[in-house]
Each structure stands twice: as structure tokens, then as C-alpha cells.
């Protein structure tokens, strides 16, 4: 019966495009009351302008389920080989704070992409446009249950991989800034700001840092789990950022400066996103042995070329603060851990105090910037001989910190002897931001941003407590099992006390 | 008892990694927001020996009163190593 249904079945060439590209002209409303601007995106075309949208490589449910079934198949059977307590106890611990960083950041993230791709599988303009971002909502899903499942296993043997789910549900001033980035991102994003800003330049532009870069990292550390993990995730991602360039290209044809603007807005945005998860985990959390590359020299190879070169093929210009964007690259995830070190427990994971071989190979690979950093760990490290190992709150700073009123993460960007932060005023405020392009992304949709509370607005507004530990505990959610310590208590060989 | 009136300000330390928010007494003077900073950012950054102290790229006398100076609340605040 089943074999005569499926001899039954069409070749595919003969029914995929019907299917793909389901459109047709509504008779009981109209256009625009079917795909209102507000929710369907700007421009906001007629419907046969988007007849021509084309994705390149063409898939069909069922042989979507089929190949997703084997993949979700060799997880799962990766998770059974490899994804006990015992396989990541022998990880490096400073590795294992990288999977803590990605695991907490990661998943629900994945989880309001999948409301993205939902709205865009309903009022996206093209029917072929719709089905792929069906697809990538799918995906996503994936992606949110596969780093839920592997690390729940871990919750028990360590609590602060209770944070992969816990993350965003905080008000920790990561999660604040991850929200702040990924609900305007994913959730708030209409079909073409989504697919501009997600698939083109989010993951087409960035993700292979991730899924290239960090999975080579995960290989030489031998975490095999979290590398396979990647590249099972890696091919989703690959199908359904195809989204991305023919809205890209329809959006040019259209309002070529609207579609420079969304560019512009967005590389900075996940620009600094990247900085922060794959620049720290590649350069301070990898043991030192174990790195090859640079987040610099990734990022030159697996984004500024490609994406630069993508940026011309469709006829857009660099963005505009492209300098900036260069000069940050040397410095700025630089500037965040050494920020985020002396303030760790206001984070999920422990952090290893960079030694003498590791800031070695850091000056190395970052000579024009490295010796403006270098003295903030002498310094460190200093301190750190001066009292018994354990003594976290020693080099740990106690005063409140300054987050950018955009981006919401701590006013880093700069060096350490021109920090680029800038005091504006918006609608008779006062706020303060990280940098140009922060301010600038601020200034063109301030309606958007101006409601936003950062961290020291709350505290000022007695919204949250202004004392370090109570802001910890009571705000952020953490408590002393498992916010972040130095990753050995201060033990370092190379550190002399009296 | 009244508390003394305090001004939050971002501190920027030379040779610091990020902005510090630090709270002033209104009625202190200006090297009272050097001094703070300094304290504020002893883990990451030694003392400065002879601290300046800028704001919006004026160079502010340590001595003057800070009511008196035209700093304001959530203003961003410069300290460095005097020329």
C-alpha cells in the first residue's frame, strides 16, 4: 500500500515549485490588509515585484524531516558516547567555562529565532520566502533543544551550567544586553529586518566564527561533543541564511539607503555580540597550548573578507564607521574580559587569570594593542601576590559599572587611554554610550531605544540596588555557589606571595 | 541627620578598561572625583602619581568646588596623568 502511495508520488521537478511558492491574489482582502506594512516590512512592495525571489538551494519537507531525522540521530548518539559528566569533567576548565558562556547565551536565543522565522513564515512577501523561513523556524527549534538537552545532564555535577536555561530569564547585565540585542534582532524584527539582519549579516556574516573557528577550537581542546555539535547546527544554518541575500537584493533595487542603514546598524550590533562570546572563549578561555588562530586573524579571514566581499556583490558600500570597526578588533574583547575578570562574579563562569604564556602569545598576535592592556594584569596579578589564593574580592572591583544606553554592555570600546565613550541627550535625557556607531544607531530610531532603562538608570532610580553584592544577589540573580571565581582560586605557579 | 548630596559621574581612568560610575559628595571638590576613581579602579590601575581631572576637554582645577566647575550629573568625567 505505502510502496503503491509512494510510486504514486510526482517527480519532484513536477510539483516543488507549486508547492515552494505558494502564492496567490486574495479576492476577500487586500494586499496590504494581508501583509500590513508595519508587520510585513518597508519597503512594501506589490506583490509581483517579489514574484522573482529565489532561494538557491531548494528543499521539501519531506526531505527536510528525512535528512533532519539523521542528523538529530547522530547528536543523540554523540550525546550518549560523549556527553557524560565524566567526558566533561576531563575538559580544561577554562574550555568548560567557554561551553558555560556559549550554553547560557545560546539556546533561548535560538528560541526567539524561531518566533522570528514564524512571523517571517507568515508575512513574509513570497511564498518560496515563507517556506524556507518555515525551515529555518524548525531549525531553530533544534538549536534550542539541542544545548538544553546536553547540558541539563551537567546541572547536577555543576550548577553553573544551570545557567543554559536560567541565562535570560535574569536580569544579570549579560542577559539584559544579550535581550537587548536578540529581542530587537528576532523578536521585534519585521521579515525584511529580520532577514537582513539575521541572515545575511548575523549569520552569514558572523557565524562562522562559530561554526569554522570555534569548532577547530573545540576539535584541538577534544571536545568532540561541542564541535560536532557545531557542525550539526552549522549545515541548518547554512540552508536557511540563504533567506538573507535575495531580500537583501530586492531591498537594494528598492531603497538602496534603507538597505546600507540595516547593514550598518546590524554588523556593529553583532559585531560586538561575537566579540564578547567567541573572542573571549577563543583567546582567554582556550588553553593556551590549544590556540592557533587569533579572534583577530578569524575574523579577518572568516568575516571581513567574505563579508566585504558579499557587500560588493550586491553593490553596498563597507559601513561607514569601517575604521572604528578595525581599530575595535584589536582591542575591544580585549578590554571586556579584563573588565569582566575583575568584576566575575557578576557572571556564571569562572575565569583564568591570563599568565606570562598566555599574554606572551596575546602580545604576539596583537602587537599594536596588547601593551595599552598588558599593565591592567600586571596589575592583576600583582594584587593577586599580595593576599592568600581565595581572596577573590581583592582584585575584583566594587564600585557599579557603566553600561552603553544602546548596546547595554559595559562602556569598553576605545583603549585603555582613549575610552570612546560619549554622554548624549535624548528627549531632555541624559544617557551615556559606548561608542559612535552606538550613538548613532541611538540617534536614527530613538523611539526605539529611549525607553530602555540600562543598569544605572535602575540603580538610580532605586529600581535595583546600588551596592555591588546586593545588585549579585538580588538583581542579577547569582549567588556564591555559583557566580564566577577566578578559575583557580589564584593558584598560578608563576605568581610569588611573601 | 541629612546625607550630604552625592553626583553620580562616569569615571574614565587612564590606562583603565571600562567607565566606572562613581558617586561624589556635591559639596567636594573637584580632586575628590580623582581620588575616587583611583580607589574605585585600584585592582586594574596603580595610583597616578600627580592625577589631572577633565571634563569636556577642559582641564579642571583640583581645588575648585565641584558646584562651582559645570560638572552635572552623569557627565563623563577624565582622569589622567598630569601633563
Redesign the interface.
Known amino acids: 500500500m505505502l510502496a503503491g502511495m509512494i510510486g504514486a508520488v510526482r517527480p519532484r521537478a513536477g510539483w516543488q515549485d507549486l508547492a515552494r511558492k505558494l502564492d496567490w491574489t486574495p479576492s476577500y482582502v487586500s494586499p496590504h490588509a494581508l501583509f500590513p506594512e508595519p508587520i510585513s516590512g518597508t519597503p512594501w512592495l506589490p506583490q509581483e515585484d517579489w514574484a522573482d525571489w529565489d532561494e538557491p538551494y531548494k528543499t521539501t519537507f519531506a526531505e527536510y524531516v528525512a535528512t533532519q531525522a539523521v542528523k538529530e540521530g547522530a547528536v543523540l548518539a554523540l550525546r550518549d558516547a560523549l556527553g557524560r559528566v565524566e567526558d566533561f569533567a576531563k575538559l580544561d576548565k577554562g574550555w568548560r567555562s567557554a561551553i558555560k558562556l556559549h550554553a547560557a547565551t545560546l539556546p533561548l536565543a535560538e528560541f526567539a529565532a524561531v518566533v522570528g522565522n514564524l512571523r517571517a513564515g507568515r508575512f513574509g512577501r513570497d511564498g518560496a520566502w515563507r517556506t524556507m523561513a518555515t525551515f529555518g523556524a524548525l531549525d531553530e527549534l533544534r538549536h534550542t533543544q539541542i544545548p538544553l538537552a546536553i547540558m541539563a545532564e551537567l546541572v547536577r555535577w555543576d550548577p553553573q551550567f544551570d545557567w543554559t536555561h536560567r541565562f535570560f530569564h535574569t536580569n544579570d547585565w549579560v542577559a539584559i544586553a544579550g535581550r537587548h540585542l536578540l529581542d530587537e534582532l528576532l523578536l521585534a524584527s519585521n521579515p525584511i529586518e529580520l532577514a537582513i539582519a539575521t541572515n545575511f549579516v548575523f549569520e552569514t556574516g558572523f557565524t562562522n566564527l562559530q561554526f569554522i573557528g570555534l569548532a577547530a577550537r573545540a576539535h584541538s581542546v577534544g571536545d568532540r561533543m561541542f564541535e560536532k555539535t557545531l557542525q550539526s547546527i552549522q549545515t541548518d544554518e547554512a540552508r536557511h541564511a540563504q533567506i538573507g541575500r535575495p531580500v537583501l537584493e530586492k531591498v537594494i533595487r528598492h531603497d538602496p539607503a534603507y538597505a546600507q542603514y540595516l547593514i550598518d546598524k546590524w554588523f556593529w550590533r553583532c559585531w560586538m555580540f561575537f566579540a564578547i562570546v567567541t573572542g573571549i572563549a577563543m583567546d582567554y578561555l582556550t588553553p593556551v597550548a590549544d590556540r592557533t588562530l587569533s579572534f583577530k586573524e578569524f575574523v579577518d579571514e572568516w568575516v571581513i573578507d567574505q563579508f566585504v566581499r558579499s557587500l560588493a556583490d550586491v553593490g553596498l558600500a563597507k559601513p561607514w564607521y569601517w575604521d572604528q570597526f578595525l581599530a575595535a578588533l584589536g582591542s575591544y574583547h580585549h578590554m571586556v574580559y579584563a573588565s569582566a575578570y575583575t568584576h566575575r562574579a557578576t557572571v556564571w563562569f569562572d575565569m583564568p587569570l591570563p599568565g606570562p604564556a598566555d599574554r606572551a602569545w596575546l602580545a604576539d598576535k596583537y602587537p599594536a594593542t596588547w601593551p595599552a592592556i598588558d599593565p591592567i594584569w600586571s596589575r592583576v596579578t600583582a594584587r593577586w601576590g599580595e593576599v592568600e589564593p581565595d581572596v577573590e574580592w581583592y582584585t575584583h572591583g566594587v564600585t557599579p559599572v557603566g553600561f552603553c544606553a544602546l548596546c547595554q554592555i559595559v562602556l569598553c570600546n576605545g583603549t585603555p587611554t582613549a575610552n570612546t565613550a560619549r554622554a548624549i541627550e535624548v528627549d531632555g535625557r541624559k544617557v551615556m554610550v559606548c561608542s559612535e556607531p552606538c550613538e548613532w544607531i541611538f540617534k536614527k530610531e530613538p523611539a526605539r531605544y529611549a525607553g530602555h532603562k540600562d543598569i544605572v538608570h535602575r540603580i538610580l532610580a532605586g529600581e535595583a540596588p546600588g551596592n555591588l553584592i546586593a545588585l549579585v544577589q538580588q538583581y542579577f540573580g547569582l549567588t556564591p555557589t555559583d557566580w564566577g571565581k577566578d578559575l583557580e582560586g589564584g593558584r598560578y605557579p608563576w605568581i610569588t606571595r611573601p | 541627620m541629612d546625607h550630604p548630596t552625592v553626583i553620580?559621574l562616569?569615571g574614565?581612568l587612564?590606562?583603565?578598561?571600562?567607565?566606572?560610575?562613581?558617586l561624589v559628595p556635591a559639596d567636594a571638590k573637584v580632586g575628590a572625583i580623582a581620588t575616587t576613581l583611583i580607589e574605585?579602579?585600584i585592582?586594574?590601575?596603580?595610583p597616578l602619581a600627580r592625577p589631572a581631572v577633565f571634563h569636556a576637554g577642559k582641564r579642571l582645577d583640583l581645588e575648585l568646588a565641584i558646584a562651582a566647575s559645570g560638572i552635572?550629573?552623569?557627565?563623563?568625567i577624565d582622569v589622567r596623568e598630569a601633563p
Open positions: 553620580p562616569y574614565f587612564a590606562g583603565d578598561c571600562l567607565g566606572l560610575v562613581i574605585a579602579a585592582t586594574r590601575v596603580a552635572a550629573p552623569l557627565d563623563r
